[in-house]
Nanobody
Framework: QVQLVESGGGLVQAGGSLTLSCAAS????????MGWHRQAPGKQRELVAT???????SYTDSVKGRFTISRVNAKNMVYLQMNSLKPEDTAVYYC?????????????WGQGTQVTVSS
């Protein structure tokens, strides 16, 4: 299975930038659809961005034009570049992997990294 470890969270002022990193281990990374989700206090976890194994990306409307998801398969890494951050981006950000093959499907989650945007 894929194991995930996030890093790069922190405190930033509104308008600033942060880059989150997700280090993956396991032989399935290359076929996984990777994603970033976030959960703000008192709110449900929401999908922020996804990237397929072929590099196709999608974003939730609230981050389009500000966030960029990318992956380097050779390094088993996924990134989320976040620009023009807003206080409403404050949340715990989770890296997620979905692996689907002919024989099985499973999801893996990281432990999360806190992003706090001050106004």
């Amino acid at each position: 299975q894929v194991q995930l470890v996030e890093s790069g969270g922190g405190l930033v002022q509104a308008g600033g930038s942060l880059t989150l990193s997700c280090a993956a281990s396991g032989s399935d990374f290359g076929i996984a659809t990777m994603g970033w989700h976030r959960q703000a206090p008192g709110k449900q976890r929401e999908l922020v961005a996804t990237i397929t194994r072929n590099g196709y990306t999608s974003y939730t409307d609230s981050v389009k034009g500000r966030f960029t998801i990318s992956r380097v398969n050779a390094k088993n890494m996924v990134y989320l570049q976040m620009n023009s951050l807003k206080p409403e981006d404050t949340a715990v950000y989770y890296c997620h992997a979905n692996v689907k093959t002919f024989w099985r499907e499973y999801d893996s989650w990281g432990q999360g990294t806190q992003v706090t945007v001050s106004s």
